[in-house]
T-cell receptor, first 116, second 112 residues
Framework: GENVEQHPSTLSVQEGDSAVIKCTYS??????FPWYKQELGKRPQLIID?????GEKKDQRIAVTLNKTAKHFSLHITETQPEDSAVYFC???????????????FGKGTHLIIQP | GAGVSQSPRYKVTKRGQDVALRCDPI?????LYWYRQALGQGPEFLTY????????KSGLPNDRFSAERPEGSISTLTIQRTEQRDSAMYRC??????????FGEGSWLTVV
């Protein structure tokens, strides 16, 4: 089955600086890579996702890059703000062309701390 | 409802008892997923359904765990003869058809 490794487990950055979180996956069949943000006591919420037919996707201060050959993908957050403090999870799964997707395999999470 | 609804939100049960956790997905969502999340860990996939058909149950830890979605809407995750190691947050999620997955608030299970 799929195995997703995520690093670092904790990341502390100064407000305004950039944060980068990296994940690797093992199953070359995986083609869908979402990132979830989970605040303390709340449910995981999707912040951005990427499919294997593109190498990069950007949404305002958040971007994700994917290297299919190396089987790794990264989340980039620029101009970090205090409200970015949370646990971030990467995940991988197979999404089928006819619709439907297998269950997500998640990384262990990165606790992002934004220092004021 | 507006989101994925789960009940009960909190359940304390004695070891050896059976528990049933309910998930009401977003209306019209085809896919329904069950995950388990331990404190400080990422969600761990358990099983999922498309409509009423269980597509993958490879993540269920053992045969004490089962799930059903008989009419393709509400789903129940049942844990028989609960053990302390079953204590965790159980999260349900739904998806229109392999698109964005929306998580519910979860059911906290504590086995004493």
């Amino acid at each position: 089955g799929e195995n997703v490794e995520q690093h670092p487990s904790t990341l502390s950055v100064q407000e305004g600086d950039s944060a980068v979180i990296k994940c690797t996956y093992s199953d070359s069949a995986s083609n869908y890579f979402p990132w979830y943000k989970q605040e303390l006591g709340k449910r995981p919420q999707l912040i951005i996702d990427i499919r294997s037919n593109v190498g990069e996707k950007k949404d305002q201060r958040i971007a994700v890059t994917l290297n299919k050959t190396a089987k790794h993908f990264s989340l980039h957050i620029t101009e970090t703000q205090p409200e970015d403090s949370a646990v971030y999870f990467c995940a991988a799964s197979i999404m089928y062309s006819g619709g439907g997707a297998d269950g997500l395999t998640f990384g262990k999470g990165t606790h992002l701390i934004i220092q004021p | 409802g507006a989101g994925v609804s789960q009940s009960p939100r909190y359940k304390v049960t004695k070891r050896g008892q059976d528990v049933a956790l309910r998930c009401d997905p977003i209306s019209g969502h085809v896919s329904l997923y069950w995950y388990r999340q331990a404190l400080g860990q990422g969600p761990e996939f358990l099983t999922y359904f498309n409509y009423e058909a269980q597509q993958d149950k490879s993540g269920l830890p053992n045969d004490r765990f089962s799930a059903e979605r008989p009419e393709g809407s509400i789903s129940t995750l049942t844990i028989q003869r609960t053990e302390q190691r079953d204590s965790a947050m159980y999260r349900c999620a739904s998806s229109p058809r392999g698109n964005t997955i929306y998580f519910g608030e979860g059911s906290w299970l504590t086995v004493v």
